[in-house]
T-cell receptor, first 111, second 116 residues
Framework: LAKTTQPISMDSYEGQEVNITCSHN???????ITWYQQFPSQGPRFIIQ???TKVTNEVASLFIPADRKSSTLSLPRVSLSDTAVYYC????????????FGSGTRLLVRP | GAGVSQTPSNKVTEKGKYVELRCDPI?????LYWYRQSLGQGPEFLIY????????DSGLPNDRFFAVRPEGSVSTLKIQRTERGDSAVYLC??????????????FGEGSRLTVL
């Protein structure tokens, strides 16, 4: 499974756009990129998943360049409630979908 | 609808004791996962069930750890002769499973285990 590298922490202010970039140089052809969010004392929660180009949902956007060696999670106009740990994961989406988490990025949103 | 339910939410035990942690997945989900999360770290994969069978138990740290899912729904993680290093939050997740699905895992809130 491809290893991922993401910043340990990021700070932002309410209303700003936050972009968290994840590196996955060894991504395989059949790997998908998935992001999870985790609040204290809760389990991780799925945010978004993509394979290439751009994916957007009601929560975030995911940008994946053509070489797929990195990806960027974009959170528009963050609020205090977006303070959480964000995990980037890379792996095949088959019947044994085993997620391998790294240490994640701790996002702190300030008022 | 109901999410993944884990009990107990907190468990304090003494070194050497036996512990069981229970997970009740979302109804209809065939895949079930156990993860362990230490403070400040991401969740660490332990074991994955597809139906009743353990499809991948490569993450279990040693033979003190064992998990079952006898009827393909509820799962129990069993830890024998607990050690202080077993202290962590044990997370359970379930998914619809099967090839071609989105692969989204739904996590419970975890069982916090403290071994004194």
């Amino acid at each position: 499974l491809a290893k991922t590298t993401q910043p340990i922490s990021m700070d932002s202010y309410e209303g700003q756009e936050v972009n968290i970039t994840c590196s996955h140089n060894n991504i395989a052809t059949n790997d998908y990129i998935t992001w999870y969010q985790q609040f204290p004392s809760q389990g991780p929660r799925f945010i978004i998943q993509g394979y290439k180009t751009k994916v957007t949902n009601e929560v975030a956007s995911l940008f994946i360049p053509a070489d797929r060696k990195s990806s960027t999670l974009s959170l528009p106009r963050v609020s205090l409630s977006d303070t959480a740990v964000y995990y980037c994961l890379v792996g095949p989406m088959d019947s044994s979908y085993k997620l391998i988490f790294g240490s994640g990025t701790r996002l702190l949103v300030r008022p | 609808g109901a999410g993944v339910s884990q009990t107990p939410s907190n468990k304090v035990t003494e070194k050497g004791k036996y512990v069981e942690l229970r997970c009740d997945p979302i109804s209809g989900h065939t895949a079930l996962y156990w993860y362990r999360q230490s403070l400040g770290q991401g969740p660490e994969f332990l074991i994955y069930f597809q139906g009743t069978g353990a499809a991948d138990d490569s993450g279990l740290p040693n033979d003190r750890f064992f998990a079952v899912r006898p009827e393909g729904s509820v799962s129990t993680l069993k830890i024998q002769r607990t050690e202080r290093g077993d202290s962590a939050v044990y997370l359970c997740a379930s998914s619809y499973g099967g090839q071609g699905t989105r692969g989204e895992l739904f996590f419970g809130e975890g069982s916090r285990l403290t071994v004194l």
